[in-house]
């Protein structure tokens, strides 16, 4: 089991922001910015372009309100997504709050945030996908 599978599973604990059956969206432990959330498919697949088809394809329908409520939350120009996936081989989609094209730079220092910094970020980011 990838890392992600066990945060789906439950076997290790997340912030969580949505969940379908397909998908498991939660805050990186890891910002480069507040509000920037992971979104996983709930199939094991190392690389975006493996995910199935049908993933894929709804992917982007299962982010953009998350999205939607990052931007009513953080202070941004918009919500970035990109795709790494070097540092868990499970396939991923990060959605990172920007206002400059730097604060997508993967080699910034991450922030360190408190327990109580994420938990209100979470609440908010929920609270604007309800």
Do not use: W
Request: net charge negative; glycine share 2%.
């Amino acid at each position: 089991m990838t890392l992600f599978s066990k945060i789906i599973a439950g076997q290790i604990p997340s912030y969580k922001i949505a969940e379908s059956d397909k998908f498991f969206a939660f805050l990186d432990i890891f910002p480069l910015q507040k509000g920037h959330v992971l979104v996983v498919p709930k199939v094991e697949v190392d690389k975006i372009f493996e995910v199935p088809d049908v993933y894929l394809a709804e992917l982007l329908l299962f982010a953009k309100p998350i999205a939607k409520a990052i931007e009513a939350s953080v202070v941004c120009n918009r919500v970035s997504m990109v795709t790494v996936g070097l540092e868990v081989p499970h396939a991923h989609v990060h959605l990172i709050p920007i206002n400059e094209s730097d604060d997508i730079n993967f080699a910034n220092e991450k922030l360190k945030l408190s327990t109580e910094e994420f938990i209100q970020i979470q609440e908010l980011i929920i609270s604007h996908l309800a």
